[in-house]
């Protein structure tokens, strides 16, 4: 009885000890991941646009949708790390092809606790620059951009402290 008590502690020394290393080697620090902040957008025209599209646009569409594009693109942080106002390098600048002009351009919706309304968008011509906002971890802003003639192709461009431009959501 004695060997076979002594077996049964042996194994289960075993079996803590493999337990612990399971567990402490699971636990090793992570690095600061990289930011991966992306965008992706998507157009149509006003007076074709399907019904649910357009009301993405609420009180921003225009009288005469003729000639008018609606444009949504949106930021995402697709790490695991939130990213800071000052953690942007410079603003996000939107730019539409030179023979357009931008009739209006808002954040509207948030997969996250910060609201639209507190992110500032100012229009040039035929562009969008978007100031710095907080950005929670795993999170969207989709900004909402009406467009008097062609949207496409656009450019996005911004630049944080971990990533150096922003890339196409592939």
């Keep these: 009885m004695d060997i076979q008590a002594n077996q049964d502690v042996f194994i289960l020394i075993i079996l803590f000890g493999i337990l612990a290393l399971v567990f402490f080697r699971g636990r090793r620090k992570r ?7 992306a965008y992706i957008g998507h157009s149509e025209t006003a007076d074709n646009a399907g019904e649910a599209f357009r009301t993405t646009f609420g009180d921003m569409l225009p009288d005469d949708p003729a000639g008018a594009v609606l444009l949504r693109v949106s930021l995402m942080n697709r790490s695991d790390t939130p990213v800071a106002p000052e953690e942007f390098l410079r603003p996000v600048i939107v730019t539409l092809p030179e ?13 996250s606790s910060v609201a639209p309304e507190t992110v500032a968008v100012q229009t040039r011509l035929n562009q969008v620059e978007i100031a710095p906002f907080p950005m929670p971890n795993r999170s969207s802003m989709i900004f909402n951009i009406v467009v008097d003639g062609p949207a496409m192709p656009y450019a996005v461009d911004g630049a944080f402290q971990q990533q150096a431009r922003l890339e196409p959501l592939e």
């Design 31 to 37: 690095k600061a991941e990289p930011y991966r902040i």
């Design 99 to 111: 023979d357009s002009r931008v009739l209006l351009a808002r954040a509207s919706q948030s997969s």
